[in-house]
């Protein structure tokens, strides 16, 4: 079934910039699309982006477009996220989840990510 | 985008009784593309049901899910007490891929 790790997460001042690095093992990431969902403190779900397998294609949701970026490194089987002009809103837990078809099929535990000065 | 309204927000309900949980989108959902997912306090979301009503690996047949369009359903059986929880809907038919708000079922 497999295992998707995340990292990245931290305190950061607004304004700044994190990269959240996602990485699978035991299956091939790229066989699959991929997404970040995030959850702020006592909050609901929430769909941030999403890749497609070959990482040609790319999905935001408006409230990150123009500020996030995702990506995926084949030869590392590792889903990125990076984060820039980063705002308190932003401040949540971000899961690396595993797309069958599309929706979530298996999520990593999870890195959180505070923006705070 | 379309918006998902889950009702109720809270059900409260006792092991063994069945729980019926709404899902309904501001607008169709192309190929009922609905997927539900089961969240327990300090653990990651567990894909629970897709394409409206297919069951996903594992999950037991207590789950089900139907509905079309724009009004789906998540049914449980007969709650067992590892089902308290919140349970979330996501169309996954358009992008963005939005998340209803969440009903939590309590005992």
């Known amino acids: 079934e497999g295992q998707l790790l995340e990292s990245g997460g931290g305190l950061v001042q607004p304004g700044g910039s994190l990269r959240l690095s996602c990485a699978a093992s035991?299956?091939?990431?790229?066989?699959?699309?991929a997404s970040w969902v995030r959850q702020a403190p006592g909050r609901g779900l929430e769909w941030v982006a999403g890749?497609?397998?070959?990482?040609?294609?790319?999905y935001y949701a408006d409230s990150v477009k123009g500020r996030f970026t995702i990506s995926r490194d084949s030869s590392k089987n590792t889903l990125y996220l990076q984060m820039n002009i980063l705002r308190g809103d932003d401040t949540a837990r971000y899961y690396c989840?595993?797309?069958?078809?599309?929706?979530?099929?298996?999520w990593g535990q999870g890195t959180v990510v505070t923006v705070s000065s | 985008e379309i918006v998902l309204t889950q009702s109720p927000g809270t059900l409260s309900l006792s092991p063994g009784e069945r729980a019926i949980l709404s899902c309904r989108a501001s607008?169709?959902?192309?190929?009922?593309?609905v997927a539900w997912y089961q969240q327990k306090p300090g653990q990651a979301p567990r894909l629970l049901i897709y394409?409206?009503?297919t069951r996903a690996t594992g999950i037991p047949d207590r789950f089900s899910g139907s509905g079309s369009g724009i009004d789906f359903t998540l049914t449980i059986s007969r709650l067992e007490p590892d089902d308290f929880a919140v349970y979330y809907c996501?169309?996954?038919?358009?992008?963005?891929?939005?998340f209803g708000q969440g009903t939590r079922v309590e005992i």
């Open positions: 989840t595993k797309d069958q078809g599309w929706e979530s099929s298996h």
């Open positions: 890749i497609s397998e070959s990482g040609d294609r790319t």
């Open positions: 394409d409206a009503s």
């Open positions: 607008q169709n959902v192309g190929n009922n593309y």
């Open positions: 035991g299956f091939t990431f790229s066989n699959n699309g």
């Open positions: 996501q169309q996954c038919a358009y992008s963005p891929r939005t």
